[in-house]
């Protein structure tokens, strides 16, 4: 991983908990569910893109990415 791809998920990661903890006990409590998930599926896109060499890690990604989606609808 190059240094340009770490600060974008460093970046990734920082903004997603900011979203999470606000998502749960903030002021904005349910509201931020959309940005939530389009964070979580720009995260499983650039897991992929990342990887895509590998079918067994785009597999893993595309399982990881159903299984958000489920606990998402619920």
């Given at each position: 991983m190059n240094k340009e791809n770490k600060w974008f998920y460093i970046?990734?990661?920082?903004i997603s908990t900011i979203?999470?903890?606000?998502?749960?006990?903030?002021?904005?409590?349910?509201?931020?569910?959309f940005v939530g998930f389009a964070l979580f599926t720009i995260f499983c896109v650039a897991i992929i893109i990342e990887n895509k060499n590998s079918k067994g890690k785009i597999f893993g990604a595309i399982l990881y990415f159903l299984f958000g989606l489920v606990v998402l609808l619920k």
């Amino acid at each position: 991983m190059n240094k340009e791809n770490k600060w974008f998920y460093i970046s990734l990661t920082i903004i997603s908990t900011i979203v999470l903890i606000l998502e749960k006990a903030g002021p904005f409590a349910d509201k931020l569910r959309f940005v939530g998930f389009a964070l979580f599926t720009i995260f499983c896109v650039a897991i992929i893109i990342e990887n895509k060499n590998s079918k067994g890690k785009i597999f893993g990604a595309i399982l990881y990415f159903l299984f958000g989606l489920v606990v998402l609808l619920k």
